[in-house]
C-alpha cells in the first residue's frame, strides 16, 4: 500500500527556513516522480516543485525558485523540501505527492494519484 507522510511544517518568521520530509512507504522513491503541492486558505492548489523519476531532474514553479530545494534519499525512502528565506505568502498546507505525471502537468495535482496527509507551513512574524 502506497504510503506517504508529511512532517517538519511549523510556524517561522518571514526569512526563516524550514524543512519539510516526506517518508513514502508500499513504493520506492526512485520509481516515481516526487512533488510538493501546496494550499493556501481560499486559494487554489499550487504545485511548487517535483523531482523526476526518469532522470532525477528537478523542477521549482517560478514564485519559489532560488529559495526552495527538492531532494530524495532512496536509501531512507524520504523525500526532502527545504525551504529558505520564506515568505508570508508561502504560508499554506503543503502535501507530498508522487506519479508518473508528463512534463506538461507536474504542478497539477490531479496528474498525482497519492498524497500525504499535509503538513502546515506559517509565515508571520
Known amino acids: 500500500q502506497v504510503r506517504l507522510v508529511e512532517s517538519g511544517g511549523g510556524s517561522v518568521e518571514p526569512g526563516g527556513s524550514l524543512r519539510l520530509s516526506c517518508a513514502a512507504s508500499?513504493?520506492?522513491?526512485?520509481?516515481?516522480?516526487i512533488g510538493w503541492i501546496r494550499q493556501a486558505p481560499g486559494k487554489e492548489r499550487e504545485g511548487v516543485s517535483c523531482?523526476?523519476?526518469?532522470?532525477?531532474?528537478?523542477n521549482y514553479v517560478d514564485s519559489v525558485k532560488g529559495r526552495f530545494t527538492i531532494s530524495r534519499d532512496h536509501s531512507k525512502k524520504m523525500v526532502y523540501l527545504q525551504m529558505n528565506s520564506l515568505k508570508p505568502e508561502d504560508t499554506a498546507v503543503y502535501y507530498c505527492?508522487?506519479?508518473?505525471?508528463?512534463?506538461?502537468?507536474?504542478?497539477?495535482?490531479?496528474?498525482?494519484?497519492?498524497w500525504g496527509q499535509g503538513t502546515q507551513v506559517t509565515v508571520s512574524s
Open positions: 508500499g513504493f520506492s522513491v526512485e520509481y516515481y516522480s
Open positions: 523531482i523526476s523519476s526518469s532522470d532525477s531532474s528537478t
Open positions: 505527492v508522487a506519479g508518473h505525471p508528463d512534463n506538461s502537468v507536474i504542478y497539477k495535482g490531479s496528474a498525482y494519484p497519492y
